[in-house]
């Protein structure tokens, strides 16, 4: 980040978490991207679910190996 921007969003719906991060203003590499998603148990879009599926994966290998898991 040069200049010291942000960019900020909440979404509530399925259709509103595509639309953003299909936007080119959250694409935008040249700040930071904060997305806070706020839906219920069983409405979480498949991109969000498989991000979640790959943290959990990698802190379920890190515990095999008897180490501690990062922060996510």
Do not use: C, H
Request: proline share 4%; charged share 25%.
């Amino acid at each position: 980040m040069k200049d010291g921007q942000a960019n900020s969003k909440r979404v509530d719906t399925k259709d509103a978490f595509e639309e953003i991060v299909q936007s080119s203003t959250y694409t935008d590499l040249d700040s930071i991207q904060l997305l806070e998603v706020m839906m219920g148990k069983m409405d979480v879009p498949w991109r969000l679910q498989a991000q979640i599926d790959l943290i959990n994966a990698r802190n379920a290998a890190v515990k095999a190996q008897g180490a501690q898991p990062p922060a996510s």
